[in-house]
Structures are given as C-alpha cells and as structure tokens.
C-alpha cells in the first residue's frame, strides 16, 4: 500500500499498486491538471481514509522529538498517520515527513528521486539572546524576540 502526499499528484509520478490517501488531499492540488488526475485515480482504485485521532496523536508526539512538528502542517501529519496505521510507504517529497517516517520506522520514496538518507534533529533557536528550545515558539521565552529559526543538530 501507497499513501500518497501532495506530490504524487502534482507530479502524477509514483509507484504503481495499491494506493490512498487523505481527503483533505484535494485542497493542496491547485491546477486543473492535478485535481483531474485527482479524480481520475479515485475511479481506478485510489482509496480515500481518515486516519484515527490517536495515530495523529501519536504521529505529533514523534515530530516533537525529531524537532519537524512546527514545519508540518495538519495534512502532513495526517499523512503520516495514515502510513503508520495501514503499515504502508509514503510517497512524499516533503523532508520532514520524511524525516519522521524515518524516526519511526515507516518506509518512504518521493516523486522526485530526492530523498533524506539520515535521520535529522531539530532545535530553536532565539536569533537575540540564543536561547534554544526543542518546539517551535512564536516569541523567545527568555528575551521575547520573535526571531526564532530553526537549526540542525544532528
Ligand atoms: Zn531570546
């Protein structure tokens, strides 16, 4: 089984068999191209599930500890969630999904042949005073700067 990220239809590049995805999917496509391909893969097979609340839960609390949470957006931890939960491999060009696959033992491939070969740890930093913290803050909890960036540590 395929779980299909954003990429698999905009690029209507991966592999073939078994394939599913979220419906939240639909909104992320933003030309005719795309959403036509869309409908075209619902007709031949392509199966649309809602992954349960405690694999997103789960999903949330693993993106926490690579450091990728504050970058992905709610469809990507769906996706995610939905991999984990039907065992399958997520097609997916976005590295922090990746990323967190990788933390957890899901398998991955992309559309575009670009993929993370190591795992990637995450931290914030306050661009003012330096302050680090391990989830991404709208303001510095020491100084209150809002210029916070995200730096690799491993
Ligand atoms: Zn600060």
Redesign the pocket.
Known sequence: MYILDTCAFLTQNHPEGEIATISEIESELNNRQSKQYFTNMKEIGLKIREPKVDSIENIRKNSEETGDLGVLSSIDLKILALAYEMRGIIVSDDFAIQNVALHMGVEFTSCSGNEIKELRKWKYR?S????EALEKVDS??????EKIFRFKVK
């Open positions: 306050c003012a005073c330096r302050a510095c909890s020491v100084c209150g700067s």
